[in-house]
């Protein structure tokens, strides 16, 4: 997985002379701590300035909470720039919606660093890890995806073991789990998030129906859990046997189609699969997922009229999903209409500059 280069590499330290010592603001300079700064190429001490200092300081926060004057260094931060909390939760959450996904990650880090005690930098972290998760997934790197769910969810393991917990940890972890299908986990995230007495009535309501969903539907059954842990180690069939398992006592369950459905899909078995998912739609399935899944299906059985509306259906719920657009190109392209299949996949790169689907096929239609 990512191994980064260093990110102290460009850090040297100082000592302040003991005539310069002063106070800043609630700080004393102490003359016995060497004061790091982050250099440039070819950088001299006639540059030296404050600000060199503070993005030492923290980066230090971002990436060495074990460094020795770690608290000292929390402390000058916060007296140089007392609204540097501020300025950098809105830059983070800025660059966090860009997809500059670096950058939001070293600024979070360096508020985690900064406020020890609060959780909401390490939420920011959470979240931030999800979205990037999704980003990979889009771009077909199942690997990369894996390791950033991975990490947001030992953050929200942190999280939720601490002694005070937020309510909207619970909700953000419930949500986290509940899209990893992790349901125990996501049910007891939502009750805690209930038992918490959050005062927003429209998020206790949300919360209320996702636990009523998962006891009605038996998503906590282990046979439903076993069989999407199958599919996601890529061992379909066995996924496949424990559905029909699972499906023999409860047929109500549009999840359990769905997991059907995609199982057979991932096996090239598209007849199944349709069938599957449009007993899933029976069932009570609403999920742009379910759509896009279906017309894939369909669209591989020649059935190309019936996977246009699917798509559509599907982007009138989530009109800026790439991977529903990238369909539409791909559909467009096998029924012979290239100019509208490069529309579509241009379309697809002004949500997702990396899409490889979609930057492979633009390749071959300008070729």
Not at 186 to 205: N, T, V
Not at 248 to 254: L, P, S
Request: charged share 30%; proline share 5%; net charge negative.
């Amino acid at each position: 997985m990512p191994q980064p280069s260093d990110p102290l590499k460009n850090i040297v330290y100082i000592t302040v002379p003991l005539h310069l010592t002063r106070s800043l603001g609630e700080v004393e300079l102490d003359p016995q701590i060497p004061l790091p700064v982050e250099t440039t190429a070819n950088w001299s001490m006639d540059e030296l300035s404050w600000e060199q200092i503070v993005a030492a300081m923290l980066k230090i926060l971002a990436y060495r909470q074990d460094h020795e004057h770690i608290g000292y260094y929390r402390r000058f931060v916060l007296a140089a720039r007392p609204t540097i909390v501020d300025e950098l939760s809105e830059t983070g959450v800025l660059k966090a919606r860009n997809k500059d996904f670096e950058i939001a990650e070293e600024i979070f880090r360096a508020l985690a660093g900064l406020l020890p005690q609060d959780s909401r930098p390490r939420l920011n972290l959470a979240l931030l890890a999800e979205q990037r998760a999704d980003a990979y997934e889009k771009l077909d790197k199942p690997q990369l995806a894996t390791y950033h769910n991975e990490r947001a969810f030992e953050i929200y393991k942190e999280l939720l073991s601490a002694d005070s917990v937020l309510p909207e940890v619970y909700l953000n972890a419930g949500y986290f789990f509940l899209k990893q299908r992790n349901y125990q986990r996501a049910r007891s995230a939502f009750e805690a998030f209930l038992q918490s007495d959050p005062p927003e009535a429209d998020k206790r309501s949300e919360a209320e129906r996702v636990i009523s969903e998962i006891d009605s539907q038996d998503l906590l059954d282990t046979l439903f859990k076993e069989a999407y842990d199958f599919i996601r180690l890529g061992k379909e069939q066995q996924a496949i046997e424990r559905i029909h398992a699972f499906l023999e006592k409860r047929r109500d369950v549009w999840n359990a189609w769905f997991l059907l459905g995609w199982a057979y899909r991932r096996l090239e078995k598209y007849a199944e699969g349709k069938d599957a998912f449009l007993t899933a739609i029976e069932t009570g399935s609403t999920e742009p997922d379910t759509l896009n899944e279906l017309a894939i299906c369909r669209m591989e059985l020649g059935e190309f009229d019936e996977s246009r509306r699917d798509l559509e259906r599907a982007l009138q719920i989530d009109p800026e999903n790439a991977k529903i657009i990238s369909n539409m190109g791909v559909l467009a392209l096998k029924e012979g209409r290239p100019g509208e299949a490069t529309a579509f996949f241009r379309t697809v790169l002004e949500y997702e500059p990396e899409d490889p689907i979609a930057l492979n096929y633009l390749q071959m239609l300008d070729t």
